[in-house]
């Protein structure tokens, strides 16, 4: 099985992927979104998707458990 990075298409400062580069490998594609990347999932040669680190720190916003 090939490996993500042999997969992936520069374009500018993002990374595009097809739908089943991240299926293979949705781990890899999220550890790099945390280092900065930004990737653009296609199918079909058309973009569907951006994955990318939030704006801000969504361990606020995310509310664990029910605390009502």
């Keep these: 099985m090939k490996r993500l990075k042999d997969h992936i298409t520069l374009s500018g400062e993002r990374e595009t992927i097809t739908i089943m580069d991240f299926r293979r490998s949705p781990g890899e594609v999220l550890t790099a979104v945390t280092l900065g990347k930004v990737f653009i999932v296609t ?26």
Excluded at 46 to 65: E, H, Q, T
């Design 43 to 68: 199918k079909l040669g058309k973009p569907v998707a951006m994955i990318c680190s939030p704006p801000c720190d969504l361990s606020k916003a995310v509310r664990r458990g029910n605390d009502d």
